[in-house]
Each structure stands twice: as structure tokens, then as C-alpha cells.
């Protein structure tokens, strides 16, 4: 199926632990992004590659780390993971991160406990 | 530091009411401004972008203007029906960095 897909829809874990959240697009865009959603923050910018083997930190970087091998997929993973980063996580994609509309995967609710 | 404002936090209307949602940003240096639907569960979908040159866009029963010296930029619907019913974001592109900066959002209600 064409679009961009996450993975798990929903995931609680402890305190500590590691924790990666998946990313897929079909699309072949250059740029992918992961955000996260909290209620009074709006969407803010962790992480976005503009093409394979580049990254760069958005906004709220610290305590994440993303890669991305391949063009189509683009994980993030909570090293250690803390009760501030219960939230909702988005993962985006866009032909050239500027003047094109992104896409939007349908999200992946984390709760740490 | 940018700053994306929506007002109204919510808004409930009655089925067929032309409407308006607001946005506006501090910064004028953006490149473009985007306007997105939130469903529910589920991910967001691009209604509308405007580059920064541009003054509207249209897009069946919505139109989006950006009025970039001022900081503001509206998304009118028109004849709302139920379906319209979900969070709508604005978000703005900026020329710095490249990074989109997010409203936290207006929840519509259209009441049948």
C-alpha cells in the first residue's frame, strides 16, 4: 500500500527502557521528519533527514536518536526512555521538504511509566 | 523565536455556516504557511499550502489567504457540513532553517 506508515499505533513501557518507533513511506521522498504532539505544545519538530545518512535536530532532540539507512524508513528510538516523553509521535514525509505538502503517518501514542 | 497562534481554541457552528479560522505568526520571514486537518486518532492532512508570494489558495469549498507584513493568514469554509468537523492546524514554513513551525490548533464543531 502507497503512504507512509508507523509502527506500533500504541506502545506503554518503563521507565529506562529503549524503545524504537518505526517509519515507512512507499513514496521515495527525500525528506522525513518525526514530531511530537502534546496537549498546550502543538507539534514540535525532534528530528528530520533531508536524504539517507543525513539528519538533523529539530527542536526537541535531546533524549532521541534517529538514523536513516534507507530512504524509506526513518526509526526513532528513545535511548532511555522518561515520563516526559509520553506524548503522541508523528512521522512525516515530503518531496523536498519546502515547497511540497507533507504527509502524515497516523501517529503512535507512547506512554512511559 | 517564531510564535504560531490559533484563536479560537474551539468553535461550534450549526451545519451550513460559512466560517473562518485564524492564525497568525510573529515572524514574517517564512517561506510558506500550510494549513492541516487532525481527525481523531488518526494523522494530519494537508489542506492547503500558500508560498510566501502568494496572497490565497482554493481548494474546493476552502480558501486560505496569508497576509504575510501583517502576520496573519484565515481559512474560510464555506457551507460547513459534519464531515468538517475535526481539529484544523496551521503551520508556518520558515526561511531560517526550513523547520515548520506549528499553531496549537482550532477544534471545529459543525453541529448538524
Known amino acids: 500500500d502507497a503512504g507512509i506508515t508507523q509502527s506500533p499505533r500504541y506502545k506503554i513501557t518503563e521507565t529506562g527502557r529503549q524503545v524504537t518507533l518505526m517509519c515507512h513511506q512507499t513514496?521515495?521522498?527525500?525528506?522525513m521528519f518525526w514530531y511530537r504532539q502534546d496537549l498546550g505544545h502543538g507539534l514540535r519538530l525532534i528530528y528530520y533527514?533531508?536524504?539517507?545518512?543525513?539528519?538533523d535536530k529539530g527542536e526537541v532532540p535531546d533524549g532521541y536518536v534517529v538514523s536513516r539507512s534507507k530512504t524509506e524508513n526513518f526509526p526513532l528510538t528513545l535511548e532511555s526512555a522518561t515520563r516526559s516523553q509520553t506524548s503522541v509521535y508523528f512521522c512525516?514525509?515530503?518531496?523536498?521538504?519546502?515547497?511540497?505538502?507533507?504527509?502524515f503517518g497516523q501517529g503512535t501514542r507512547l506512554t512511559v511509566v | 523565536k517564531q510564535e504560531v497562534t490559533q484563536i479560537p481554541a474551539a468553535l461550534s457552528v450549526p451545519e451550513g455556516e460559512n466560517l473562518v479560522l485564524n492564525c497568525s505568526f510573529t515572524?514574517?520571514?517564512?517561506?510558506?504557511l500550510q494549513w492541516f486537518r487532525q481527525d481523531p486518532g488518526k494523522g494530519l492532512t494537508s489542506l492547503l499550502l500558500i508560498q510566501s508570494s502568494q496572497r490565497e489558495q482554493t481548494s474546493g469549498r476552502l480558501n486560505a489567504s496569508l497576509d504575510k507584513s501583517s502576520g496573519r493568514s484565515t481559512l474560510y469554509i464555506a457551507a460547513s457540513q459534519p464531515g468538517d468537523s475535526a481539529t484544523y492546524l496551521c503551520a508556518v514554513l520558515m526561511d531560517s532553517n526550513y523547520q515548520l513551525i506549528w499553531g496549537a490548533g482550532t477544534k471545529l464543531i459543525i453541529k448538524p
Open positions: 515572524d514574517s520571514a517564512i517561506y510558506n
Open positions: 533527514s533531508a536524504a539517507a545518512d543525513i539528519t
Open positions: 512525516a514525509s515530503s518531496d523536498d521538504g519546502m515547497n511540497t505538502e507533507a504527509f
Open positions: 513514496w521515495s521522498h527525500s525528506y
